[in-house]
């Protein structure tokens, strides 16, 4: 199983920009994907989350401008950002907890780097 997230970028206060984190492989069920964000030095801390059953929670610090969706049948999660502020800028993290090889697992996708300017 492999995530792979995409959709990061520079991009000018104000603007906006939409991540997608999909999830690959066989044989396994998602149960919930997040996105997460890391600033340089500090642990990685969850911006939001959603469910296979459609749940979903946004930081908030953020939950007046960012959205997280998802499509079960794709196993896809897109956080979209709007307005977005230099203190935005981190890298973005896609996690997803499923259901695979008889266990709950816990898996991370590679980091996107999303830069705001002033």
């Known amino acids: 199983v492999q995530l792979q997230a995409s959709g990061g970028g520079l991009v000018q206060a104000g603007g906006s920009l939409r991540l997608s984190c999909v999830a690959s492989?066989?044989?396994?069920?998602?149960?919930?994907m997040a996105w997460y964000r890391q600033y340089p030095g500090q642990q990685r801390k969850v911006v939001a989350t959603?469910?296979?059953?459609?749940?979903?929670n946004v930081a908030d610090s953020v939950n007046d401008r960012f959205t997280i969706s998802g499509d079960n049948d794709k196993n896809t999660v897109w956080l979209q950002m709007n307005n977005l502020k230099p203190e935005d800028t981190a890298v973005y993290y896609c996690?997803?907890?499923?259901?695979?090889?008889?266990?709950?697992?816990?898996?991370w996708g590679q980091g996107t780097q999303v830069t705001v300017s002033s």
């Open positions: 959603i469910t296979r059953g459609g749940t979903t």
């Open positions: 492989g066989s044989g396994f069920v998602v149960g919930q």
């Open positions: 996690n997803s907890g499923l259901w695979y090889e008889g266990g709950y697992r816990n898996y």
